[in-house]
């Protein structure tokens, strides 16, 4: 029988940045504060119910405040929000991330006042999978800005950079 060679993973991550994405900023209000981190390892998963997948990194300091909270928000960016999206990502403390964002509390979850859009889930189920672990929640509340042009500008990551739609 023939085995499949390694995949080598930096590769594999090349690979499937041929995968446009869009951007997200999940949120959480813990017992510290709010928390929140970048991702695009976003998905609507059901219909009935309601359900979104989230994939939260294991080191991630967001993935704990999400566990205690049993509730989170998934902030969908625009274009021009890539500043905020780096912010997001990087390491700072989450104190400095939500004071250089302005923000509300709407149903438990700190909803990034820009947003493109943003879903508020009831935290259902957390799974491990590798180095990451997965985030169901169940869907409870949501808005999205559907002004003129609103919807064709989501910010997009594409092969390790941003963009935007043509």
């Known amino acids: 029988m023939e085995t499949t060679p390694a995949v080598d993973p930096a590769r594999y991550r090349e690979v499937i940045g041929s995968f446009a994405t869009g951007v997200a900023i999940v949120t959480a209000h813990g017992d510290d504060g709010p928390a929140g981190l970048t991702t695009n390892a976003v998905t609507s998963l059901s219909l009935d119910p309601l359900l979104l997948l989230v994939a939260f990194d294991n080191g991630s300091r967001t993935l704990p ?8 928000a998934v ?3 625009r274009a021009g929000q890539e500043d905020m999206a780096k912010l997001f990502a990087s390491k700072r403390l989450a104190q400095e991330k939500f004071e250089a964002v302005t923000h509300t509390v709407a149903h438990g979850v700190p909803v990034l006042d820009d947003a493109l859009a943003w879903i508020a889930c009831d935290l259902d189920t957390l799974t491990p999978a590798g180095d990451h672990t997965i985030g169901i929640g169940r869907v409870t509340h949501l808005s999205a800005d559907d002004s003129p042009g609103a919807l064709n500008d989501p910010l997009l990551f594409f092969r390790g950079g941003f963009g935007r739609l043509a």
Do not use: E, S
Not at 65 to 70: E, I, L, P, S, T
């Open 75 to 77: 902030n969908v960016l």
């Open 65 to 72: 405040v999400v566990a205690q909270a049993r509730r989170f």
